[in-house]
């Protein structure tokens, strides 16, 4: 009797929906020729190279450098962009002014504008000529072909990242909360830093890991603003492409794999914020 | 009616809100610092497409190169779009229509290409086509050539692009359930009818909304293009790659001239864009980006 119901239940529970063996099977298919089979392409071939002609490759002084300034600038520029980035989610979910809307839009623009076009806007302006650059040329400080550009590429690219991040939480955020808090005798000051702020937290560091990862990726708005000189400007996404140029894919290999184990580190982080901060607060996707 | 006008007037600042001259003080910084990161950079490269005249800026167009490129660049983003389409609509099918072992793994992996840099989605693809790799001499004993020609860009354009419909519509679909695709089968329509009748005008507006966003990417695609086409002019630049060699050679008019063609798609992705979150904001909204 209960083994009958079971099967009954189990047969009704059996999904009528056709395809599944389709769909799933040109997905897997699909993203094994174009992403898995390439990543393990390249995964193969640093393991070939054995762990000291890994080490040795990957500890080299030029390769050191390029990740150094890759990892320094896109740090101060995902430090920027949250602090500017969760002050124009608030000014946006908060206020109504003039063109919100179409501020609000333009946000997107880094995710639309191709890099290239980006790379050589931004180099016009903050050249020592260009209206920016210009402004600062007289006091002796360079920003384009300098480590500067290079942050500044990276607050472009960076922002929306920030932004889109907070701004849905920002609008969750339920108007009782702070209602209370006034009540209970606190400024509005206080009631920001002590009540608003600690549950966008996790949305501010999933920003920040997020801008932070694109930034130390990016190669097209940066290598026209950065000079690219060497130990002091020479990005390390530049650095493989330099590489691949001289046909030396061993060198390439080494310095992509440390990036995108790096990258992937990063991911994971993200997804523990993203857990930690559901099971906390019961959002923050 | 004017005394209590004049009473909220007066009244304090809401506890639960700022003054107005710290609202104004915020607004004024945002927006400052939102026109010289965003606005500017936009502005500027149309001020020096058209910096020596309308001429010139319509010469850059008249260049055999520059129309090559525009042609490439239309015919990559011909072949890698409808194939990305066609992955997200089964990729969200599968993980929105059914439960099984995995699938936030999967999802997981769907994004992955958003966190490899460009030049690295580049460089997988020389490695696995190139010299020293088994497939690349293979292939080329039959007369195919995959890197340095149109093949590459196409797979390397579709490796950067791949996330973007699936991501806008596993979510959307995940949020409409299953209900209206078992009525449609209850109701004797096949798998195929229910797809096109009943899931397809379910999902239209957002599954445009991700082709937007998807073709914007994939015309302007740089890092990833730059490593596999090897830039021979006239036949492997896209607009992008055509953009930065005529910059490199101090032709900076043509080459601003040629990136205010692809801002300007810029532009009308973010006006599609928005028209498409303001009016059928619960159809896209699914979607957080």
Redesign the interface.
Known sequence: MSAAASALSRSRKR??????G???G??LT??SL??L???L??AI?SAGLGFDGFWKAATDPRVLGSLRVSFVTALIAAGVNVV?GT??A???V??R?PGR?I????????????????G???T??YAPN???GALFAPFGIRIAYTPIGIV?AM??IG??FVV?TIQ?ILEEVS?EV??AS??LGAT?FQ?ITRVILPSLTPAILTGFALAF?RG?????SII?IAGNIPFVSEIA??L??IR?QE?N?VG??VI?SV??LI??A??FAI?LIQAWSRRRYGYG? | MATKLRARRHRRVS????SRLA?WT??G???L??G???????Y??FH?ALAKGIGTFFAAFAEPDAQAAIRLTLLVAAIAVP?NV??G???S??IA????KGKAF?I???D??F??????SG??????F????FLGPFLKSYGIEVLFALPGIV?AT??VT?PFVARELIPLMQDQG?GD??AA??LGA??WQ??FRVTLPNIKWGLLYGVL?CN??A?????AV??VSGKIRGQTTT???Q??ML?NEYN?TA??AL?SL??L???V???L??ALE?RFGDEVAAA??
């Not at chain 2, 506890?15 to 700022?18: A, F, K």
């Not at chain 2, 229509?97 to 099984?100: A, M, N, P, V």
């Open positions: 999904n009528v929906i056709p395809g599944f389709l769909t799933l040109f997905t699909y993203f174009i992403i089979i390439p990543l392409a390249l071939r500017f002050l124009i608030w000014v946006l908060r206020y002014f809307r501020f609000d839009a333009i946000i997107d623009l880094p995710f639309a504008l191709p890099t290239a076009v980006a050589i806007a931004l016009a302006i260009g209206t920016i500044i607050i472009f922002l929306p889109r849905p108007h702070e209602e006034a009540t509005r009631t990862a130390v990726g990016e190669y097209g026209f996404p530049l493989i492409y691949l046909f894919y390439a290999t992509a990036m995108l990258s992937f990063l991911l997804n996707d | 506890p639960t809100s700022e609202q915020l607004i910084l945002s927006l610092f939102m010289v990161i965003l606005v500017l950079p936009l500027a490269v020096e194939l066609i992955f609509l089964a990729a099918w599968a229509k059914f439960e099984f999967l997981t992996l769907i992955l290409p966190s490899v840099s460009p030049v690295i460089l997988v693809y020389v490695l696995l190139g010299a020293g790799s797979l579709i490796f791949f299953t695709e078992e089968l209850s096949n798998g229910t797809f966003l914007a990417r015309m302007g695609e740089f890092g730059a490593v607009m992008p790659l953009v930065e910059y900076a080459a601003f990136a692809l801002a798609l810029a532009l992705t973010l006006v864009k928005s303001w957080e980006r």
